[in-house]
């Protein structure tokens, strides 16, 4: 059981996201604003998922690979698929906290 809940809400766990930022990949937090002024990683990009969609051009622009993080990994894990479904390289970092944790 616990194994199926870190496929889902889990990070992608042989990912050194820490190589990919290093490498250029943006961070996009997709809580909500406030969520986001609790606390994030530095240098992330708030995109709240519920304006993920409108936002794809902006972010396909950018050119970048993306990791993306939340609060626990469940909407992380919904925007990198939707992200994927857009031809984007899209990481799921999971929760930010333990993302940042990992990128240290």
Not at 73 to 85: M, N, P, V
């Amino acid at each position: 059981m616990l194994s199926i809940l870190k496929k889902l809400f889990g990070s992608d766990s042989r990912t050194d996201f820490r190589v990919l930022v290093e490498q250029g990949a943006v961070i996009v937090d997709v809580r909500s604003a406030a969520e986001f002024r609790s606390g994030h990683i530095k240098g992330a990009i708030n995109v709240p998922l519920q304006d993920l969609k409108s936002q794809v051009s902006s972010l396909k622009k950018l050119n970048k690979p993306v990791i993306t993080c939340c609060l626990s990994g469940a909407r992380s894990r919904s925007a990198s698929d939707f992200l994927k479904q857009q031809g984007m390289e899209v990481y799921n970092g999971g929760g930010w906290a333990s993302l940042q944790a990992r990128l240290r």
